[in-house]
Nanobody
Framework: QVQLVESGGGLVQAGGSLRLSCAVS??????MGWFRQAPGKEREFVAAATWSGASTSYADSVKGRFTIFRGNTKNTWYLQMNSLKPEDTAVYYC????????????????WGQGTLVTVSS
């Protein structure tokens, strides 16, 4: 069983930056993804990567602003968010899956509990 814990959410001004982390434990997994759910909206895909980081995918809304990468402990993943906009406000979740392509489609095997990101104007 894979276990995930997100952290790093908070309040930032528009144009600012924030880095989210996802601590992973349990069985091995192939790919990691980040998702978000804004108030009154459906949960949506944000970014995903293979374990090696050789293959990544981003939603059009965050491409060029957000990056997904693995930490030095190899069991912690990050989402670096730059040039934040008020529309980025959401609860952000990390999740694992067997393939990046499946994560893009929302096929997630295990979820974290979420961390709230609020971007003020």
């Amino acid at each position: 069983q894979v276990q995930l814990v997100e952290s790093g959410g908070g309040l930032v001004q528009a144009g600012g930056s924030l880095r989210l982390s996802c601590a992973v434990s349990g069985r091995t997994f192939s790919s990691m993804g980040w998702f978000r759910q804004a108030p009154g909206k459906e949960r949506e895909f944000v970014a995903a990567a293979t374990w090696s980081g050789a293959s990544t995918s981003y939603a059009d809304s965050v491409k060029g602003r957000f990056t997904i990468f693995r930490g030095n402990t190899k069991n912690t993943w990050y989402l670096q968010m730059n040039s934040l906009k008020p529309e980025d406000t959401a609860v952000y979740y990390c999740g694992t899956g067997s393939r990046v392509a499946l994560l893009v489609d929302g096929r997630v095997d295990a979820w974290g509990q979420g961390t709230l990101v609020t971007v003020s104007s």
